[in-house]
């Protein structure tokens, strides 16, 4: 059973940063994709980052520069580096783990999902 937990959302300043992690068990971070998703209220889910089995990692434009995704293999954690927050920021932030090697962006690649953690950015 794969199984994801994510923690260190929370309430920032417009500006700020904010580190979220994502503890994975079940299955292995260096062998398959490892994604960041997120969900505004009245939004569908978005893409926000994501990291290949290589270690290689995707951005879409919105969090290009601002954001970075890493992993550990040891601990079989990723984390996503948050910096440069705007209230268009705000929302549930999800992890989501795939069976593929690749990063793909559409919620139906993955089939594990973390219970999401939320963060909120004040302007």
């Known amino acids: 059973q794969v199984r994801l937990v994510e923690s260190g959302g929370g309430l920032v300043q417009d500006g700020g940063s904010l580190r979220l992690s994502c503890v994975v068990s079940?299955?292995?971070?260096?062998?398959?994709?490892m994604s960041w998703f997120r969900q505004a209220p009245g939004k569908e889910r978005e893409f926000v980052s994501g990291i290949n089995w290589s270690g290689n990692p995707y951005y879409p434009d919105s969090v290009k520069g601002r954001f970075t995704i890493s992993r550990d293999t040891a601990k079989n954690t990723v984390y996503l580096q948050m910096n440069s927050l705007k209230p268009e920021d705000t929302a549930i932030y999800y992890c989501a783990s795939t069976g593929n090697e690749r990063v793909l962006t559409t919620t139906r690649a993955y089939d594990y999902w973390g219970q999401g953690t939320q963060v909120t950015v004040s302007s």
């Open positions: 079940g299955r292995t971070v260096s062998l398959y994709a």
